[in-house]
C-alpha cells in the first residue's frame, strides 16, 4: 500500500527540539518531492518545508527558517524534519505529503497523498 507515516511528534518545552520522521513505502520515494504542511486549531494547513527528490534544495516557510531543517535518506525511504527553538505557535499537527510537482510554489493544492499527521505541542 502506498503510504506515508509521521512519527516523532510529542509535547516540548519552549526552546526544545523534535525530530519529526516521515517512512514511505508502496512508492519510490525519490521520484517526489516531499513537503511538511502544519495545522493549527482553527487555521489553514500551512506548509512549513519541502525537499527536493535528490535532497539538492530544500524551501522553508518563513517562520521555519533558522530553526528547521528537513533533510531525507531515500535508500531509507525516511524525510525528517528536524525542529529546533521550538515555539509555542509551532503547536500544530504536522503532516508530510507527497508532491506531484517540484517544491517550486509548493502547497497544499500540490499534494496527491497525506501522511496521517503527528501532534506537535509546545508548552511549558
Known amino acids: 500500500q502506498l503510504q506515508l507515516v509521521e512519527s516523532g511528534g510529542g509535547l516540548v518545552q519552549p526552546g526544545g527540539s523534535l525530530r519529526l520522521s516521515c517512512a514511505a513505502s508502496g512508492f519510490t520515494l525519490e521520484y517526489y518531492a516531499i513537503g511538511w504542511f502544519r495545522q493549527a486549531p482553527g487555521k489553514e494547513r500551512e506548509g512549513v518545508s519541502c525537499?527536493?527528490?535528490?535532497?539538492?534544495?530544500?524551501n522553508y516557510a518563513d517562520s521555519a527558517k533558522g530553526r528547521f531543517t528537513v533533510s531525507r535518506d531515500n535508500a531509507k525511504s525516511t524525510v525528517y524534519l528536524q525542529m529546533n527553538s521550538l515555539k509555542p505557535e509551532d503547536t500544530a499537527v504536522y503532516y508530510c505529503?507527497?508532491?506531484?510537482?517540484?517544491?517550486?510554489?509548493?502547497?497544499?493544492?500540490?499534494?496527491?497523498?497525506w501522511g496521517q499527521g503527528t501532534q506537535v505541542t509546545v508548552s511549558s
Open positions: 525537499i527536493s527528490k535528490t535532497g539538492g534544495s530544500t
Open positions: 505529503a507527497r508532491l506531484w510537482s517540484t517544491c517550486t510554489g509548493w502547497s497544499t493544492t500540490r499534494v496527491d497523498r
